[in-house]
């Protein structure tokens, strides 16, 4: 008799190993409608630039802190799973020449990422310390 293959024994354990990884992730996740807010539905005035990733917005919580908002373009054939596994692994990243990511948004086809707000002026001190000129 011939042997059928199990496919779905590495399917179930992949995910069962996935979902350790993301464990804590979702203390990561932002409120859509919050970051609606503190970036004013994505306005024109709020615009820092345009990324190979897609566009970012500057935006402010609640509590006075202020963000950059990257809006990935749409299309990316990436899954939540592995976006979510993503974003907790760079958000342990933290290098003084880093800009430190402090969470991410999934909302139907949306995908925020949310970093610190790093003013222009300050950027000489991220790359090269505190130098008087
Ligand atoms: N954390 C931030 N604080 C302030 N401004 C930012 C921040 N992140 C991005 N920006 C602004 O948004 C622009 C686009 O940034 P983004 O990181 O998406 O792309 P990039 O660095 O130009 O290139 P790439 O997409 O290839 O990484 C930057 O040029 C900058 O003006």
Do not use: W
Request: with cysteine.
């Amino acid at each position: 008799m011939r042997r059928r293959r199990n496919k779905h024994i590495p399917i179930k354990v992949e995910t069962a190993a996935a979902d350790n990884e993301i464990s804590g992730v979702d203390s990561l996740q932002f409120d859509f409608d919050s970051v609606l807010v503190a970036t004013d539905n994505f306005s024109d005035v709020k615009k820092l630039g345009q990324g190979g990733f897609g566009a970012v917005y500057k935006g402010q919580l609640p509590n006075g802190e202020e963000i950059a908002v990257k809006r990935l373009s749409q299309g990316s054939s990436q899954g939540d799973l592995e976006f979510k596994t993503e974003v907790q692994l760079v958000a342990k990243l933290q290098h003084r020449n880093l800009v430190r990511l402090l969470g991410f948004c999934l909302q139907g086809q949306e995908r925020l990422l949310i970093y610190e707000f790093v003013p222009n002026a300050s950027l000489d001190h991220f790359i090269f310390g505190n130098v008087s000129v």
